[in-house]
């Protein structure tokens, strides 16, 4: 390199006597034949004006004389050395030392295991991984019917119904009345029926031969119980959602009642709406929206719960106090199962074990760290019960 680097010396030195200013000879390298580097302009007596005119543009002259050098050397050592005697060993990092200006460095061996995704791959969404194998034609049914809780609207289900929907399975999310986008005064809702009849309604316009599996969350568990008893033979299975699942003869206020000392919480966060008087019943019961995500939300994302403390909305009175008639012939031959949430401030868990003990079901799942809106804090966990539970065959004795 120091025969090189003396080619460029300062070319402003016109005074220096003749003999300092000639340039000193550039000897090739070892193993290089003359002809190979008189042909780059590294010839000993390169005496000419063009030796001057290479003084200009220093650090690119040296960068493309040691380009040209690596490659004469590795040109002589695929061909010979001209004399045919041999070949001279090549220094692979001589040509990788001063790549050129816009070449790529030469990167690490891609393994098999991070090679590029080729077009032809499929392209897999975080809920397709979910029962991969599972074939939904062959169900009894694929589509789910989504009941809200107290408060609630359709609205809650966006993500579920997201989800089921990316894996083909048919969604509907019912707005009962007086909720969501229902436009019904929900202190004018005198009794269960009226406020479950937007469902009752979609039940009945189903044909003959239509099934559809019920998810009732939290309230949604009383409607879906009086949707079964109503509509038996359209229902393939109900699920209920930490709600409300009562039996014959009970209302959901009896349910609550048994345990209410354990939730201090909801007592607190009860607010009851007078509408027609204090001297008449309550018409409908707010949430105190101070406690609202401590009660209901205390594991969901935060943009979830400012989703909710815009759209929910009061909770009819009415339908809590009436006691439900349910048989065994319609209710009872329809197939129950449960999804319990173990971080419930609304429904404790110990409340939810109670309930399943006094009326048990087919079987019972649990949503670890789920809050009483797993449709918000465990969506995809939530989601893979739901696909689970539709395709759980029917025993033989069914």
């Known amino acids: 390199m120091g025969a090189l680097v003396s080619c460029f010396s300062d070319a402003g030195e016109g005074r220096r006597p003749q003999q300092q200013r000639r340039r000193q000879a550039v000897n090739p390298p070892p193993g290089l034949s003359a002809e190979v580097a008189a042909a780059i302009g590294l010839a000993s007596n390169d ?22 050098l690596a490659a004469a050397i590795l040109l002589q050592q695929s061909s010979g050395d001209g004399t045919g005697t041999g070949t001279v060993p090549f220094d692979r990092s001589t040509s990788l030392r001063y790549p050129g200006h816009g070449q790529k460095k030469q990167g690490l061996p891609r393994s098999s295991s991070s090679r590029p995704r080729s077009l032809a791959d499929p392209v897999l969404q975080p809920q397709q991984l979910v029962n991969q194998d599972l074939k939904i034609d062959n169900l009894e049914t694929k589509h789910f019917v ?4 107290g408060g609630f609207g359709a609205w809650c289900w966006y993500k579920t119904i997201a989800l089921l929907e990316d894996s083909r399975f048919k969604v509907s999310a019912i707005d009962l009345t007086g909720s969501g986008v229902n436009s019904f005064d929900t202190n004018k809702i005198t009794s269960l029926p009226e406020h479950v009849k937007p469902l009752t309604d979609f039940l009945e316009t189903l ?12 309230f949604g568990g009383a409607c879906v119980s009086y949707a079964m008893e109503m509509f038996p033979s359209k229902v393939a299975k109900a699920i209920f959602l930490c709600a409300a699942m009562p039996t014959n003869g009970q209302n959901t206020l009896d349910m609550f009642s048994r345990e209410a000392g354990m939730n201090d919480l909801m007592q607190q966060a009860q607010v009851f709406v007078y509408a027609n008087g204090k001297d008449h019943p309550p018409t ?26 815009v759209a929910m909305r009061s909770i009819p009175f009415a339908p809590v106090l009436e006691k439900l008639s349910l048989t ?7 197939r129950r199962f449960y999804i319990e949430t173990t971080e419930d401030n ?8 109670s309930l399943c003990g006094v009326n048990p079901p087919e079987k019972v799942f649990r949503l670890k760290g789920s809050d009483h809106s797993p449709f918000f804090s ?3 966990a939530l989601h893979k019960l739901l696909v689970e539970i539709s395709s759980i065959p029917s025993s033989p004795t069914q």
């Open 346 to 353: 609304a429904i404790p868990i110990s409340l939810q074990q």
């Open 328 to 334: 065994d012939k319609n209710y009872g031959s329809v």
């Open 378 to 380: 465990k969506p995809q």
């Open 146 to 149: 989504l009941v809200h809780g």
């Open 47 to 68: 005496r000419s004006g063009k030796a001057r005119s290479l003084r200009k543009g220093r650090g690119e002259e040296l960068l493309t004389h040691e380009q040209a």
């Open 284 to 309: 409908a019961i707010d949430l105190d929206r101070s406690l609202l995500k401590e009660l209901l939300f205390n594991q969901s994302p935060a943009k979830d719960v400012a989703l909710a403390l």
């Open 207 to 218: 044909g003959d031969l239509d099934k559809v599996i019920l998810v009732g969350h939290d």
